[in-house]
């Protein structure tokens, strides 16, 4: 089928919307390996820093290009999904490529992505269209180094035509069990395919199944390591005016002093892992070798070695600390409106959303808390909804514009076994249920301690921003 002429940016949009979508996972890379081929192999023209998980990986990647910025390189940043424009997938030097830029991006790859859809007589997806409009924009601005998300999983994931220099692993869990696997161990198999021969592997910390899957792809594959809680890790954390202070250690030394505009432990870990990344590209990482490999063999934990002090991955501490102030990532606890305080959230799965409750008990500390829920049907939505009812005083359930978005009704039923009948209002619609959460979040009057969050899915923030009009303040 000929592909049509599209000459605007709602055409190339809407082009791109009508290929299969990207949670329909294909498990081969065949496609679009020979679609980046065609068009010269430009994922090759500069180096990756691969970054893949189950929960932090846009976060730790905007972090990891940041710092990068800040040590005056050109960055490429490719991140999935988006909250409200296509264009924030792809971004050049901290911006999303501008419209214009988007449709040539596409136009340029339209001819070949024909040739490939008539060669394999099924179509590339939306995704591996995108992922390929992505490495050829960054070849053609051009970048010093481009940090890539994964879409899904890691062996089959189509950004991983790519060969990372560094392979950045964050927190693995249960999520999307029906493609990658209903165990830890499956799942980090998938996830550890963006490991390569000789890289540099940057490893949070894992449940000791996926650890172990981890580091025997390390070790087989003679790539270095280095591992939160023993070569990097957060040494001090403490509670900041508009998010955290931290005290980090890194590869080649301990930073301090640095202001983290994000809320959380698990944003400190990010940002410890996103530094490690950063001195890892910058001058390398200390390897366990061959200790690795016969340890995991033997079934016990990796040797232990020095990451020492100093050495040319040693970051100046005022870029590290300018990088990481002017972090941001929309959408993970955002405050977006105060009295009462509105936090958007992209929590879509249980140890995500983990996560999201600690940071609320911990950081806010909110007298009263109304919760917002749409989320996807194929999600545990059974295991966010136990992880939010200890902190949640009432919750409101809707629907996002996601066509996979659960019924308002039966998220009601589901929510109802939880928190009882009294707690839960069902609403159809997004943004009536948000003025309902307000409402009452405002009964008691304090709105210095009462709070609402609108989370369950990065749909449903991203509706979010929109209604709440976030982008136009």
Wanted: glycine letters at 10%.
């Amino acid at each position: 089928m000929t592909e049509p002429q599209v000459f605007d940016y709602p055409g190339v949009e809407a082009a791109l919307r009508e290929r299969r979508v990207e949670w329909e996972l294909d498990p081969t890379i065949d496609r679009v390996r020979d679609l980046v081929d065609l068009l010269g192999s430009p994922q090759h023209a500069y180096p990756v820093i691969h970054v893949a998980g189950t929960n932090g990986k846009t976060t730790t990647a905007r972090m990891i290009e940041t710092l990068l910025r800040a040590r005056g390189l050109r960055t490429g940043l490719m991140t999935s999904p988006e909250l409200r424009s296509i264009r924030e997938r792809i971004a050049i030097d901290g911006e999303p490529i501008s419209e214009e830029a988007f449709v040539e991006a596409y136009q340029e790859i339209a001819p070949y992505v024909e040739m490939i859809d008539d060669k394999h007589g099924v179509r590339l997806s939306f995704f591996e269209v995108v992922t390929a409009m992505a490495y050829a924009a960054f070849a053609d601005a051009p970048v010093d180094v481009a940090v890539v998300e994964v879409g899904m999983g890691g062996v089959w994931d189509a950004t991983n035509v790519a060969d990372g220099a560094v392979a950045v692993l964050t927190p693995i869990g249960l999520d999307h069990t029906r493609h990658l696997g209903d165990t830890i161990e499956e799942i980090a198999a998938e996830k550890a395919g963006i490991i390569k021969d000789g890289a540099i592997v940057v490893m949070a910390q894992q449940p000791l199944d996926a650890a172990e899957v981890l580091l025997r792809r390390a070790a087989e594959s003679r790539a270095q390591v280095a591992r939160e809680g023993i070569e990097f890790g957060v040494v001090e954390r403490e509670l900041a005016f508009g998010g955290q202070l931290l005290a980090i250690k890194g590869l080649h030394g301990v930073y301090d002093e640095i202001f983290l505009p994000l809320f959380g432990d698990h944003q400190a870990r990010n940002a410890a892992c996103a530094l490690a990344a950063v001195e890892a590209f910058a001058g390398g990482a200390p390897t366990a070798g061959e200790a690795n490999l016969d340890a995991v063999t033997r079934g016990a934990a990796p040797e232990p070695f020095d990451s020492g002090e100093g050495g040319e991955g040693r970051l100046d501490p005022r870029l590290v600390r300018a990088g990481l102030a002017g972090v941001s990532s929309p959408g993970r606890l955002e405050i977006v409106r105060t009295g009462p305080t509105v936090l958007l959230d992209v929590s879509h799965n249980p140890a995500g959303m983990d996560a999201t409750v600690h940071t609320l008990t911990e950081d806010f500390g909110f007298t009263r808390l109304i919760a917002v829920v749409a989320a996807a049907g194929d999600k545990d939505i059974t295991g966010m909804l136990e992880h939010l009812e200890p902190v949640v005083d009432e919750l409101v359930v809707t629907r996002n514009s996601s066509p996979r978005s659960m019924p308002p009704e039966e998220l009601g039923e589901l929510a109802e076994g939880i928190f009882g009948l009294d707690r839960v209002h069902v609403v159809p619609r997004l943004d009536d249920a948000i003025d309902q959460a307000i409402g009452l979040a405002e009964e008691t009057g304090e709105y210095q301690g009462a709070g609402v969050v609108i989370t369950g899915s990065v749909v449903t923030a991203g509706d979010a921003r929109v209604m709440l009009r976030v982008d136009e303040r």
